[in-house]
């Protein structure tokens, strides 16, 4: 099993930047493929970035490509995502989440969740 712990959420200006940090507990950090999610009030939980086991490929929402960044450090066991060029619509809560398989875009493929970090885009 692992455990996530996110953190980096705030409040910040349209057009400005955050990184979020997901720190995994667990000696087997480089099992797990892992994925950045968020939802806003009244909606569904989205797919946002995720990152192979290995670091090797990522994928990204059509949304956000082109200003977030996924990255993973193993030697920390931390994922980040670096969020550039805030939009008030990437106010969310924003989860990281981990397993061993399924499909990488998919939430529901996902067992392990952080408590999630706010973020809010003043316009």
């Known amino acids: 099993q692992v455990q996530l712990v996110e953190s980096g959420g705030g409040l910040v200006q349209t057009g400005g930047s955050l990184r979020l940090s997901c720190a995994a507990s667990g000696r087997t950090f480089s099992y797990y493929r892992m994925g950045w999610f968020r939802q806003a009030p009244g909606k569904e939980r989205e797919f946002v970035a995720a990152i192979t086991s290995s670091g090797g490929m990522t994928n990204y929402a059509d949304s956000v490509k082109g200003r977030f960044t996924i990255s993973r450090d193993s030697a920390k066991n931390t994922m980040y995502l670096q969020m550039n060029s805030l939009k008030p619509e990437d106010t969310a809560v924003y989860y990281c989440?981990?397993?061993?398989?399924?499909?990488?875009?998919?939430?529901?493929?996902?067992?392990?969740w952080g408590q999630g970090t706010q973020v809010t885009v003043s316009s």
């Open positions: 989440a981990a397993d061993r398989s399924g499909t990488i875009t998919a939430w529901r493929s996902y067992n392990y």
